[in-house]
């Protein structure tokens, strides 16, 4: 039989919470609107007693809302604390109040400073308080993780007489280990009267990076709620991340015999909608939603993941809402994947040209971070340049600053396969490259009318192209262009393309416009 478990999304309340995530009313709304499209169960809407605008910001969830979800309302077992819930959820078609108090030693004896006997009184008429409101009724017992275990025990079973329907055992601290919190929930399970025909809740805080694990522990030991916050936001190390809480339950829901409401494919959505309303980007290696969570850098991987999506992808990113698995072209690539990525682009190089293109590839990789589609566009035209070239630039040196004169030593291969070399100086460094390309590629009166560089992708890495415009004596014009990291070689190799098709132009209307 399958269990379906209810979410309880909490980025509202418990996210809000964390320093600096605190949200505009219409901020709020975009997000419950977003958490309507991901279908969550229960949207915990907010703290109505801690400030005005929280129980405005309330009020106006509820009536957004309508009955496409449970309303929550925190309130602490405090009278007006209830009220407040209550009032503010007065119009709500679905509403619950979530009450409760610490448990644990510490809460006890240092923030309530209460007798346990006391507290379990003052649970006890919280929830009876929230009854008078709505039947929908949560406890939670604040600090369970770090509590005695026969206390409480004994104030779940209590709280459920007095007519709680769901109880919530938080890990506050994320203290406890995923194992020590399942076999707390599943103590609880089998110690607490009546806890069968309640709902059991699992919120867990991330304090070592386990609140998730804890959470799907918690499930596979009974809990039919998990509470949580999209992209984990919370209290200090935040909360059980959404996304991730759904797809571990959606992936190995066939082992815990469970499922859920939930749209997997607004996740992405739901988290971009987050990290702009808080400004708290989501880290790349994320899981889901980061940005690399679907990106294949290494060549292993790439060659894997392009033979079988599978090999390296437990999750289809499409069924999350991102982008297909994506192919992140880096030095470390391999030729399976440049050889796909040129395909998806539209080229299918020949054996030994596509050798040379990887080789090509793997000296800009070697210089940049990552090769964008423009680059390999603009590595492509290169190709197809250097193969109709006359002269070919071999090696380029220049010398340039301030108050320093500029050189240029260039190194050219020949229309035979000759090589030559000469120096040069000019007014600058690219002056310097052209005059030494002047010297050994002698074409009488060209002269060089345009000359302009762009960069190609961004960044201070990005390939730099150059186009250049020559005429020659008889005033036809010859374009040229190059590019490269260091954008003095792009120059010369734009000025070195425009001369090669200067030179070969035996048919002058194929490569040239006449400008007069
Ligand atoms: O972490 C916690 O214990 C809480 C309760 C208020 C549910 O957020
Ligand atoms: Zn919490």
């Not at 901020?27 to 405005?56: C, N, W, Y």
């Not at 682009?345 to 596509?354: E, I, K």
């Not at 425009?498 to 030179?503: D, F, G, Y």
Request: hydrophobic share 40%; with cysteine.
């Amino acid at each position: 039989m399958t269990r379906n478990i209810l979410i309880l999304d909490t980025t509202l309340r418990d996210g809000e919470q964390s320093p600096g995530f605190s949200m505009a009313s219409s901020e709020k709304l975009s997000i419950t609107r977003e958490l309507l499209r991901l279908k969550v169960d229960i949207i915990e809407a907010g703290f109505p007693a801690s400030s005005p605008g929280d129980f405005a910001s309330v009020q106006k969830i509820v009536e957004y809302v309508g009955s496409k979800a449970v309303v929550c309302a925190l309130a602490r077992a405090l009278p007006g604390d209830i009220e407040a819930a209550g009032t503010a959820l007065a119009q709500a078609e679905r509403a619950r109040i979530h009450t409760g108090l610490g448990v644990s030693p510490c809460h006890l004896k240092d923030k309530l400073q209460m007798s346990p006997e006391d507290a379990l009184n003052s649970a006890i008429k919280a929830v009876k308080l929230a009854r008078t409101y709505t039947d929908d009724v949560q406890f939670y017992a604040e600090d369970a993780g770090r509590a005695e275990r026969s206390y409480l025990a004994r104030v779940l079973t209590e709280v459920l007489k007095a007519g709680a329907t769901t109880v919530n055992v938080p890990d506050t601290t994320g203290y406890l280990l995923p194992q020590q919190y399942a076999e707390l929930i599943s103590w609880l399970m089998a110690h607490v009267e009546g806890i069968d025909k309640a709902t059991v809740a699992v919120h867990c805080h991330n304090d070592l990076g386990m609140a998730t694990a804890s959470s799907i522990a918690g499930v596979a030991a009974g809990a039919s709620q998990v509470e949580c916050t999209i992209n984990g936001i919370g209290e200090r190390a935040g909360n059980a991340a959404l996304e991730e809480v759904v797809m571990a339950l959606d992936l190995h829901h066939k082992e815990l015999g469970v499922s859920t409401n939930i749209r997997k494919d607004e996740l992405t959505r739901a988290s971009r909608l987050i990290a702009a309303i808080t400004g708290m980007s989501v880290p790349a290696n994320k899981a889901v939603v980061g940005s690399n969570a679907f990106a294949h850098s290494s060549g292993i991987h790439q060659d894997g993941v392009l033979k079988c999506r599978s090999t390296y992808e437990i999750i289809d990113p499409v069924s999350v809402g991102a982008r297909a698995s994506q192919i992140v072209l880096t030095v470390r690539s391999g030729r399976a994947a440049l050889k796909h990525r040129l395909g998806e682009l539209g080229y299918t190089p020949d054996p030994a040209s596509f050798n040379q293109i990887y080789d090509r590839f793997l000296d800009i990789a070697d210089k940049k971070n990552q090769i964008y589609d423009e680059d390999l566009e603009v590595l492509m035209a290169e190709h197809g340049r250097a193969l109709e070239a006359l002269w070919k630039l071999k090696i380029l040196q220049v010398s340039c600053g301030s108050p320093l004169k500029a050189t240029a030593t260039i190194v050219l291969e020949g229309p035979n396969g000759e090589e030559c070399d000469t120096c040069a100086s000019g007014t600058g460094p690219i002056d310097a490259t052209f005059k030494a390309i002047d010297a050994l590629v002698a074409v009488p009166q060209a002269e060089l009318l345009r000359f302009a560089i762009q960069a190609v992708t961004r960044g201070s890495d990005a390939l730099g192209e150059v186009s250049v415009q020559l005429s020659n004596e008889q005033g036809q014009i010859f374009s040229g262009r190059g590019a490269d990291g260091d954008i003095i070689v792009s120059s010369a190799k734009a000025y070195l393309n425009a001369l090669n098709r200067l030179l070969g132009s035996t048919d002058s209307s194929l490569d040239t416009r006449s400008n007069k």
